[in-house]
T-cell receptor, first 116, second 113 residues
Framework: GAVVSQHPSWVICKSGTSVKIECRSL??????MFWYRQFPKQSLMLMAT?????????EQGVEKDKFLINHASLTLSTLTVTSAHPEDSSFYIC????????????FGPGTRLTVT | AQSVTQPDIHITVSEGASLELRCNYS??????LFWYVQSPGQGLQLLLK??????LVQGIKGFEAEFKRSQSSFNLRKPSVHWSDAAEYFC???????????FGTGTRLTIIP
């Protein structure tokens, strides 16, 4: 149980285009989902926290107009990288939490984004 | 503010040898502590977690960790490593529930024959 999927697993896009990454909780309802970014050989940096039906809370320094997060249902959150640039190339990982009392987050397998 | 320090960026261990990965945290209240493992190009897999109770926690794949409040540490151990344990290991701390986690910078584990 507690499986989180991400789609796509990897994507290549051209500079200036937008790309959408999906994060799904497959066997539980996720009241909260988190989006992390990981640079090569570095740790995970939290980008934003999204709660179903409300606006995402972005970490300091994260451009909310560039990284659009939508948590439209209890099983799906999406991250859209708008007007992508090469510096947006990274590994994006989502996690999902079933509830405030769950004490755990379940991580997706990650999405490798390359912007050319 | 909460923070996590993993002092060792890279550790090399012989197969069959014991392993200890260090983790120190800074947190204002009772922390929820986690160890995750990440294989190259993959997401994170939870090895073990500590919320309360027994300070020695057992996890998957033969790993264990000990919470020491006086030292603000949560070190990960394994008595005998296998080649398949080669990966990146992250320690994380958080307030629990659906609140955000803070990750350490990770320790890369290399296993030599």
């Amino acid at each position: 149980g507690a499986v989180v999927s991400q789609h796509p697993s990897w994507v290549i896009c051209k500079s200036g285009t937008s790309v959408k990454i999906e994060c799904r909780s497959l066997d539980f309802q996720a009241t909260t989902m988190f989006w992390y970014r990981q640079f090569p050989k570095q740790s995970l940096m939290l980008m934003a926290t999204s709660n179903e039906g409300s606006k995402a809370t972005y970490e300091q320094g994260v451009e909310k107009d560039k990284f659009l997060i939508n948590h439209a249902s209890l099983t799906l959150s999406t991250l859209t990288v708008t007007s992508a640039h090469p510096e947006d190339s990274s590994f994006y990982i989502c996690s999902a939490s079933p509830s405030a009392s769950s004490y755990e987050q379940y991580f997706g397998p990650g999405t490798r984004l390359t912007v050319t | 503010a909460q923070s996590v320090t993993q002092p060792d960026i890279h550790i090399t261990v012989s197969e069959g040898a014991s392993l200890e990965l260090r983790c120190n945290y800074s947190y204002g209240a009772t922390p929820y502590l986690f160890w995750y493992v990440q294989s190259p190009g993959q997401g994170l897999q939870l090895l073990l977690k500590y919320f309360s109770g027994d300070t020695l926690v057992q996890g998957i794949k033969g790993f264990e960790a000990e919470f020491k409040r006086s030292q603000s540490s949560f070190n990960l151990r394994k008595p005998s490593v296998h080649w398949s344990d080669a990966a990146e290991y992250f320690c994380a701390v958080g307030p629990g529930g659906n609140e955000k986690l803070t990750f350490g910078t990770g320790t890369r584990l290399t296993i030599i024959p």
